[in-house]
């Protein structure tokens, strides 16, 4: 492969369709040169997967400031990507006995076929945005950023692509804009938290596509406002749903309330200045927060 040739197959899967390789200095130029210098060494020669999926988690170092990162992770090593550290095994706990995951995903970046299906990353200094690119990892079931009080700019509308993630969070971070409407289009997901960002806007209705859903927090995202809408009522299989601490007003559907006959627990702001959680069974208010359905009874 010459190094035009390797600049026209990342152009053809790029997003953007080449456009930041045009720059010398992005993250997608960097990651692209880095790339070539493998291939030109001559110590290592890739499938197209090894160089979709290295490049993707090259663009990810360059754009978070991987220099600056509190540990290397094996980014940018020679080995297999597969043996660099992106995946933390963590799960939720109370999570663990809902989950679809394979035993081996919690720990496993990749699976037998080397595809990378964890990229899971917590606490570690990144600075930065999340670059597009990471929808180039297709098989992925697990993504999650958390602890990242660096990361900044939006969540990528392209990671709707990833149609075959289970859990996705992007937690405890400085990331701003609205819920992608995309994410809708994760019809495996069964956990999905952007909690404790900076997020504004309404609640997409396509996230009433997400029938697989157990699990959807908002929660410490102030700058979301309006009113939850009814298509949310179309998570049928939601456990539990975190509204707290954001700028959502109205009553929460009767159609979210009913949702597993209403045996879903959701909390929510109380008070005039908040939610209205009265079509809900057991509602109770403390420290401000409503909780309908005690999360005990899940």
Known sequence: MTKEELNAYLSGISPDEGAALQDAESPQSLAFEWLWSEIENGSNQYSELQLRQ???LATLYWSTTGEGWTQDLGF???SSECSWDISDGYIPTWYG?????????????????????SLSIRGN??????????????DLKTFQFRGEGSLYGSIPTQLGALTKVQLFAIEGTQITGKIPSEIGQMKLLDFLDVSNNFLTGHIPTEMGNLKSLQAFDIHQ????????????????NANRI????TSLKG?????????RNGRVSI??????????CCCCNNDDCIDDVCYAAPFSNI
């Not at 995202?221 to 049928?236: A, F, R, Y």
């Not at 909390?267 to 209205?276: E, N």
Request: proline content about 4%; glycine content about 10%.
């Open 97 to 117: 006995k809902m989950r679809r995951l394979d035993a081996h995903d919690e720990y496993d970046a990749c699976n037998d076929a080397g595809s990378i299906t």
């Open 125 to 138: 200094d990144l600075s930065g945005t999340l670059p597009n690119e990471l929808s180039l990892l297709a």
């Open 242 to 245: 975190n509204l707290s601490w």
């Open 221 to 236: 995202n102030t700058g979301i406002s309006g009113e939850v809408p009814v298509e949310l009522g179309g998570m049928k």
């Open 54 to 56: 290295r490049y993707a």
């Open 267 to 276: 909390s929510a702001k109380c008070g005039s200045s908040g939610l209205i």
């Open 251 to 259: 009553i929460v559907p009767y159609d979210v309330c009913a949702i």
């Open 76 to 78: 940018l090593s020679s």
